[in-house]
């Protein structure tokens, strides 16, 4: 065992660990009980992850076979440049993980993606 954490791309074996990382997500933005998000959003989502021609990308961060994290990027056109630009659409880590430098771990893999796909450009909202 060891105490490293590992940032790589989100598995289909990895749903039943994912899940709840996802739906902590949403409950911090107000998504639960009768404003959650319906479970077909969510299938969809997952879905799109495993998908060549989608642009959306998942990424997690893992120890000792546990999921502490989760970041998805959508690479999309942008009118001001001819390289994709990446947004950072959704960042979460388990409250076990936080303080720890995961978080910061997740958005910088999500840099080297970028840099990967050719742009430095990386931009996120967030609620707080």
């Known amino acids: 065992m060891t105490d490293e954490v590992l940032i ?8 039943s660990q994912w899940k709840p990382l996802w739906d902590g997500y ?4 107000g998504r639960r009980d009768a404003t959650a998000l319906p ?13 060549a021609q989608e642009p959306m990308h998942a990424l997690v961060a ?25 947004y950072l659409q ?4 388990a409250e076990a993980a936080r303080g720890k430098g995961v978080g910061r771990a ?13 742009t430095a450009r990386v931009y996120w909202l967030t609620h707080e």
């Open 90 to 93: 959704d960042l979460f880590t």
């Open 62 to 86: 893992e120890r000792a076979g546990q999921l502490l994290g989760l970041v998805h990027c959508i690479f999309h056109r942008s009118t001001i440049s001819i390289a994709p630009t990446c």
């Open 39 to 51: 479970e077909e959003i969510t299938r969809t989502t997952w879905s799109r992850f495993f998908d």
């Open 26 to 29: 949403n409950r911090f933005y």
């Open 8 to 15: 790589r791309p989100v598995q289909p074996s990895d749903f």
């Open 106 to 118: 997740l958005i910088e893999e999500v840099y080297k993606l970028a840099r990967q796909a050719g």
